[in-house]
């Protein structure tokens, strides 16, 4: 029905950049917040940014200043630009979508299968 497809994670260095990309594919009217959450080892999954429609942006206080979010909303895609990496920000990186389908007047909540982000040297 609907999928979202990471890519970009890999490993990379303290101080480094990386960028991650995420398309929404399927039956999608429209796309109401695209974003970005985290799971590290033994923790809960957290929000890492969001942005709606309108283009508000939502960050964690823990990536402002480093990470920056963008969508390509024709291409149904959000893009995470991650610089100044810390080794804390290591974890699983998961694409997600609230978006309305096609002949269905209700929201749904999708998740990509994510992508691993590992800071070290």
């Known amino acids: 029905q609907v999928q979202l497809v990471e890519s970009g994670g890999g490993l990379v260095q303290p101080g480094g950049s990386l960028g991650l990309s995420c398309a929404a594919s399927g039956d999608i009217w429209s796309i109401n917040v695209m974003g970005w959450y985290r799971q590290a080892p033994g923790k809960e999954r957290e929000l890492v940014a969001d942005m709606t429609n309108g283009d508000m942006t939502n960050y964690a206080d823990s990536v402002k200043g480093r990470f920056t979010i963008s969508r390509d909303k024709p291409k149904n895609t959000v893009y995470l630009q991650m610089n100044s990496l810390k080794p804390e920000d290591t974890a699983v990186y998961y694409c997600?979508?609230?978006?309305?389908?096609?002949?269905?007047?209700?929201?749904?909540?999708?998740w990509g299968r994510g992508t691993q982000v590992t800071v070290s040297s």
């Open positions: 997600n979508a609230v978006l309305v389908l096609f002949g269905v007047e209700a929201t749904y909540t999708f």
